[in-house]
């Protein structure tokens, strides 16, 4: 998903570059996409602006997306947490409950033996 988040935050950046050369005179757009009167500029700014309200969507999406994934992966880890903190409290318990019985049966042996 971070790959795919990557690709998309390039390809916004790349786009916007390209905009942004395009609306500075740096690239001409008559040469590039052979426009030549004005309502074919005014069609190219008004399918350029859709085609980057459209990046700019899916990018939120994929962001959303990734923002989502990580949150998941961040659940699932403190589940797995949680497990092992479970398993670590019954073996300490098993421990102390043994220990226990073991010092009890010593006390025990050691109390007929005396007598």
Same mark, same amino acid.
């Given at each position: ?18 905009? =942004?050369?395009?609306?500075? @005179?740096?690239?001409? %757009? @008559? ?8 309502? %074919? ?13 459209g990046l700019m969507l899916v990018k939120l999406l994929i962001g959303k997306l990734y923002i989502t994934s990580l949150k998941y992966d961040r659940h699932m880890a403190q589940v797995k947490i ?10 300490? %318990? =098993?421990?102390?409950? @043994? ?15 005396? @007598?």
């Amino acid at each position: 998903m971070k790959g795919l988040k990557t690709l998309s935050d390039v390809v916004v950046f790349c786009y916007a570059l390209f905009i =942004a050369l395009l609306l500075t @005179n740096l690239l001409d %757009q @008559n040469a590039i996409f052979e426009i030549s009167t004005e309502e %074919q500029t005014l069609t190219l700014y008004k399918t350029l602006g859709a085609v980057g309200a459209g990046l700019m969507l899916v990018k939120l999406l994929i962001g959303k997306l990734y923002i989502t994934s990580l949150k998941y992966d961040r659940h699932m880890a403190q589940v797995k947490i949680n497990e092992l903190k479970a398993d670590l409290y019954e073996r300490k %318990q =098993a421990f102390r409950s @043994n220990s226990y019985r073991e010092s009890r049966m010593e006390r025990m042996e050691m109390a007929v033996a005396s @007598n």
